[in-house]
């Protein structure tokens, strides 16, 4: 029930996933008068989905804390709980992101050796695709944040880019190693002395992100989520200034019409739906949250991201890495203590 176009979107995402992934089962968490109907319109989806019915849900002005003390009969609430109970093996929503965080690390929990879960999503760069992590979840961080999330990336990266080994940088004012505030500069420390199975690039700047210069892009979640919302409107400003020019006069629309083919394939490259569905790292249970706004094909994407991820066990190969840096910081504790 989440979203500006909810639940239309949802169940049309969810016919347009099932072409993807044809084994998918679809358990819809919301008011049936409204979701039943549009079901109805297609037989096979119908066949493989079920209702649970209830008629509350989480408004997107919503408080965090005010939806964990009376929000357990809401959609959202139902659906993580199906997660931790075993009855889905995923959750999608387009609904209020703080709140579907907050229910998440309530009802889930965060995986052993994680402290912050944290949101994790796609760029488009010049050669091909970045992850970047933390895009919003977790204001304030440590190094020992930071280095959680470049696992929780790294692990990300290679499930979804399909990267072997994945490369790995963390945003700073500049690349040189004395950059930085003490955190940037204790999580390099770490990481480079993990020895994990990543390659450790250092510290890497803003103009490095759409570049592709790394596979996966660390930060704390402020900085990373005025990256995203910089680069959204970087590109609304953009397409504004093309279809500006187009209407400038008859000669650029001739000129528009010839060049078609080009802009397509620039607008399907930089298509925002194509990104969407951030999955919310570090917790048991693997939670995506759509951009309320997308549209069934962005929502369809945010299933297929939320299906890539239950299909690899993401969460087993970040526990792997994070007991591997655990085991290490143990061993160095315990030659400084003798």
Not at 106 to 112: E, G, T, V
Not at 159 to 172: D, K, T
Not at 231 to 248: D, P, Q, R, V
Not at 315 to 323: D, F, P, R, Y
């Amino acid at each position: 029930m989440g979203g500006d176009y909810a639940p239309e979107i949802v169940v049309k995402g969810a016919r347009l996933a099932r072409v993807r992934y044809p084994d998918a089962r679809f358990l819809f968490f919301g008011d049936e008068a409204k979701i039943a109907p549009l079901l109805k319109a297609d037989a096979a989806l119908s066949a493989c989905s079920s209702i649970h019915h209830t008629d509350q849900a989480v408004t997107g002005d919503a408080k965090p804390s005010q939806v964990i003390r009376s929000g357990r009969q809401t959609s959202m609430w139902k659906a993580i709980e199906a997660v931790k109970n075993g009855e889905a093996a995923g959750v999608v929503s387009a609904g209020n992101t703080g709140a579907l965080m907050a229910m998440a690390k309530l009802i889930m929990r965060p995986l052993p050796g994680i402290d912050r879960p944290a949101i994790c999503g796609l760029f488009p760069t010049k050669l091909g695709e970045t992850t970047m992590l933390d895009l919003g979840a977790n204001a304030q961080c440590d190094a020992r944040n930071l280095v959680e999330f470049a696992v929780m990336g790294e692990c990300f990266a290679r499930a979804i880019l399909g990267v072997e080994r994945p490369s790995v940088g963390l945003l700073n004012i500049g690349s040189e190693d004395a950059k930085g505030t003490d955190m940037l500069r204790q999580a390099s420390q770490i990481l480079r002395s993990s020895h994990l199975d990543m390659e450790f690039k250092g510290f890497i700047e803003g103009d490095d992100i759409t570049k592709g210069t790394v596979d996966v892009v660390v930060t704390d979640g402020f900085t990373g989520n005025v990256a995203l919302k910089t680069a959204e409107g970087t590109a609304k400003m953009f397409a504004a200034f093309l279809k500006n020019a187009i209407k400038s006069s008859i000669l650029a629309q001739i000129g528009m019409l010839l060049a078609k083919p080009v802009i397509a394939q620039v607008v399907a490259r930089t298509d925002p739906r194509r990104y969407n569905g951030a999955l919310f790292v570090g917790l048991n249970g693997v939670v995506v949250k759509s951009h309320g706004g997308t549209d069934s094909i962005g929502f369809a994407n945010a299933i297929g991201v939320a299906v890539d991820m239950i299909a690899r066990d993401l969460n087993s190969k970040i526990a792997e890495q994070l007991a591997h840096i655990e085991a290490q910081e143990a061993v160095m504790a315990e030659a400084v203590s003798e």
